[in-house]
């Protein structure tokens, strides 16, 4: 079992950055892939960026390339978000989930583990 626990969100104004963190509590974190997934009111949950197990691969939506950059530090079991030019749309509560497997994946159903969100708010 895994547990993952997010934290750095809250709200910051249009333009401005926050970094998001993931701890992941738990002997089998070794070899999994990381995501984050975020979900705005009314919306469906959606993928905003994922790494592989070393961290070589990395897949971003279109959205945030240039913006956001995800990175792990496996010595510390934990994964990050750093979020730049934050716009208003980027608002949502934001998700660290794991998937039982190296290679970074795409899809909400591929991963296993999730945690509990965190809030990101951007105002105009």
Do not use: H
């Not at 897949?59 to 716009?87: E, P």
């Amino acid at each position: 079992q895994v547990q993952l626990v997010e934290s750095g969100g809250g709200l910051v104004q249009a333009g401005g950055s926050l970094r998001l963190s993931c701890a992941a509590s738990a002997r089998t974190y070794s070899g999994y892939a990381m995501g984050w997934f975020r979900q705005a009111p009314g919306k469906e949950r959606d993928i905003v960026a994922a790494i592989n197990w070393s961290g070589g691969r990395i897949y971003y939506l279109d959205s945030v390339k240039g913006r956001f950059i995800i990175s792990r530090d496996n010595a510390k079991n934990t994964v990050y978000l750093q979020m730049n030019s934050l716009k208003p749309e980027d608002t949502a509560v934001y998700y660290c989930a794991a998937r039982r497997f190296p290679d970074a994946a795409r899809m909400e159903y591929e991963y296993a583990y999730w945690g509990q969100g965190t809030q990101v708010t951007v105002s105009s």
